[in-house]
Nanobody, 127 residues
Framework: QVQLEESGGGLVQTGGSLRLSCTVS????????MGWFRQAPGKEREFVGA????????VYADSVQSRFTISKIDAKRTVYLQLNRLNPEDTAAYYC????????????????????WGQGTQVTVSS
């Protein structure tokens, strides 16, 4: 059984930084493309960033490009999301997800492509 667990969320001031982690248990981590999504109250869950299973391709939502960085360490079965220059619009629950049907070089933006999801970690940015 594949399980994902996020950590690292918290309360931060505008301009601050956080690093989110997502550790995967079960399955073959190296075969998963990994994605990060977020959901603010009353809004749809939206794509934030994704990394291909080989780690060579990374894609980001326009709203976070140049501020957020996704990375992973296969030996730790963990994917990270570094959040810099945070602003109140980044306040949301952040979820990691695994795509176990990804082909090499693929990092999908579509929520429906991800089979496994974590429970989320809350990020709150104060003004």
């Amino acid at each position: 059984q594949v399980q994902l667990e996020e950590s690292g969320g918290g309360l931060v001031q505008t301009g601050g930084s956080l690093r989110l982690s997502c550790t995967v248990s079960g399955g073959t981590f190296g075969l998963y493309a990994m994605g990060w999504f977020r959901q603010a109250p009353g809004k749809e869950r939206e794509f934030v960033g994704a990394i291909s299973r080989g780690g060579t391709v990374r894609v980001y939502a326009d709203s976070v490009q140049s501020r957020f960085t996704i990375s992973k360490i296969d030996a730790k079965r963990t994917v990270y999301l570094q959040l810099n220059r945070l602003n109140p619009e980044d306040t949301a629950a952040y979820y990691c997800a695994a795509d176990d049907n990804a082909v090499a070089g693929a990092a999908d933006r579509r929520r429906e492509e991800y089979e496994f999801w974590g429970q989320g970690t809350q990020v709150t940015v104060s003004s």
